[in-house]
């Protein structure tokens, strides 16, 4: 009996250790690119503030999900993102869906004088990365209701992004971009991306009907063939 009551001690108080360690042991709150602020609970189930540079804290909160699986989800007023972790590739999150307001993105700093509106539809089977050296990303992203505001006012229809790892370039990440529906302004491009560095090139094209507004985009970029292109390249700033 003393045997039995001995061996009980010894398996349930480092389970009882395991089950209660806290959240706090393993999120760095250190100053860096990225941290986890006003960390609470476990490791099995909590919630934090996950803050990323120049952005305003982000509440994150994750359960396990049986075996070596997370469930992680970031609810606000600007997206709402859930997907899966798990232990065995911690560079990787899978099964990633949700919404996004495009204005949080703040591409409105590429086009200046017009900003993008609408939502961002997100369907990603993978992304995988190391902060700041290297991306691969498998999905799709669906701008709909999209429209251009400001000093052009049109709808755009639906915009697609098909994101696929770079064939040629290791740890970078294609972005296809193109009209689902056509608007008053057809959009196409392509961005390359290491999660450090882009580099993108995206074409706005007036319908026929609609070449009133080709002189409201010319300041966006230089025409050609038809079209407007905006070549942009640059530093995301997101793991500095």
């Known amino acids: 009996m003393k045997r039995r009551l001995i061996w009980v001690l010894v398996l349930a108080v480092p389970l009882g250790i395991l089950v209660t360690l806290p959240a706090?042991?393993?999120?760095?709150?250190?100053?860096?690119?990225?941290?986890?602020?006003?960390?609470?609970?476990?490791?099995?189930s909590g919630k934090a503030q996950l803050k990323l540079p120049q952005q305003s804290p982000l509440p994150v909160s994750w359960r396990w999900g049986g075996g070596l699986g997370w469930h992680w989800s970031i609810e606000s007023r600007e997206l709402a993102m859930r997907g899966e972790w798990r232990l065995s590739n911690r560079d990787r999150v899978e099964n990633i869906t949700g919404q996004i307001d495009i204005q949080y993105l703040d591409i409105a700093q590429w086009l200046v004088v017009i900003w993008p509106e609408g939502q961002l539809m997100v369907d990603i089977s993978y992304i995988e990365f190391e902060p700041g050296v290297s991306l691969a990303a498998f999905g799709e992203v669906v701008w709909q209701q999209a429209r251009l505001a400001g000093l052009v006012n049109e709808p755009l229809g639906d915009l697609s992004v098909a994101l696929r790892p770079h064939e040629t370039l290791v740890g970078h990440t294609i972005a296809d971009i193109q009209s689902n529906r056509s608007g008053a302004v057809r959009i196409?491009?392509?961005?390359?991306?290491?999660?450090?560095?882009?580099?993108?090139?995206?074409?706005?094209?007036?319908?026929?009907?609609?070449?009133?507004?080709?002189?409201?985009?010319?300041?966006?970029?230089?025409?050609?063939?038809?079209?407007?292109?905006?070549?942009r390249s640059g530093q995301l700033g997101v793991f500095e």
């Open 188 to 231: 196409s491009g392509e961005l390359s991306s290491n999660s450090d560095r882009y580099q993108a090139t995206i074409r706005l094209r007036p319908s026929p009907e609609r070449m009133d507004l080709l002189p409201y985009l010319l300041p966006l970029g230089r025409f050609s063939e038809g079209a407007i292109k905006i070549e």
């Open 24 to 44: 706090s042991l393993f999120l760095s709150t250190d100053e860096g690119s990225v941290q986890f602020q006003q960390v609470t609970g476990t490791v099995w």
